[in-house]
């Protein structure tokens, strides 16, 4: 019986062993959930248009490994931007930091809106003053009063 | 006439931008690590696994760090350059075999040719991380202090050579 037990136990022993083994990516799902949102912010540098997160290439995979290092030392998300940024550049995240060389990038856009509302309403006013409100004479009055009759 | 002097001026400055943006080298990514220290690292020789290397070792000196491997193809376009390269002894030529198998990188070695005064072995790829290695092969000019000066990315060419590294190089080596 003991003999069984011991067997037993040394079986249980092995099926976690083997359970640790083959599920590496599932150890810690609060992990993995970061390591998604973060990947997701940055790009993968073989293939420029997809993410680190979605990509398959072999640099995205080891840099996904680093990530998940990074994460389980207890680096901050910021931290992580930070270990890829000072390797590959701004141009690994999706969204370019707000510094003087992106100001122009950042406001570009509304620079423009504002720059088309202004410009509508200078053209705008510049019309309204030169058409004139002519009034309609007395023959004119008849003549569009009897067609709108027509119209009828 | 004169109204349509100002969508002229803004089609050619568009133009312009056009010019200068499409004919860019979206795979150029401008390297955060030009200017600063090249990152430490400690890796065993391809060659001799028994021999270690540090970019520490080269303190003093103006050398050129090369990232290939075996499975790389462009490599094998820049390969007769870096050997021309290495033969007019301009500067250390020391090779970063990146994720690549021992094996490999010594029997390609063997056929195209060794220009390099050895290779260090970076089989995980960690260290090419840590030099921002996105695209096999890269080049960086290293100078006296341990500084990048320079990262080519893709195969070095012989326009690359003669009117950047190679003026670069001599000009670190008299500083």
Known sequence: MKRLFALLLAFAACATLAAKEAAPLAEDPEIEKRLISISEELRCL?????SLAGSRADL????????????????????????????????????????????????????FVIAGVAVLIVYLRRRGREVKDVPLSDDERRRAEALLKEEN | MKKFLLPLALF?????????????????????????PAPAFRLTQLAEPGK???????????????????????????????????????????GLDYKDQRGDALRWLKQFGNP??????????????????YGVPETYVIDKAGVIRHKHIGPVTVEALEKTIIPLINELKRS
């Open chain 1, 60 to 111: 995205a995979m080891d840099l996904r490994r680093e990530v998940r290092k990074l994460l389980k030392e207890g680096k901050t998300d910021a931290e992580v931007r930070e270990f890829m940024v000072s390797r590959y550049g701004d141009f690994v995240l999706y969204r370019p930091p707000v510094k003087p060389t992106t100001w122009l990038l950042w406001a570009g856009p509304f620079v």
């Open chain 2, 52 to 94: 270690e290397f540090s970019p520490a070792d080269m303190q003093g000196k103006v050398w050129v760090l090369n990232v290939w491997a075996s499975w790389c193809v462009s490599c094998r376009e820049e390969h007769p350059l870096l050997v021309e390269f290495a033969r007019a002894g301009v500067a250390p030529l020391i």
């Open chain 1, 46 to 50: 073989v293939c420029q248009n997809e």
């Open chain 2, 12 to 36: 050619v400055v568009l133009v312009g931008f056009l010019a200068v943006g499409l004919n860019r080298n979206p795979r150029e990514v401008p390297s955060p690590l030009v200017g600063k």
């Open chain 2, 116 to 133: 390099y005064d050895f290779s260090a072995f970076d089989a995980d790829g960690r260290v090419g991380i840590d030099y921002g290695v």
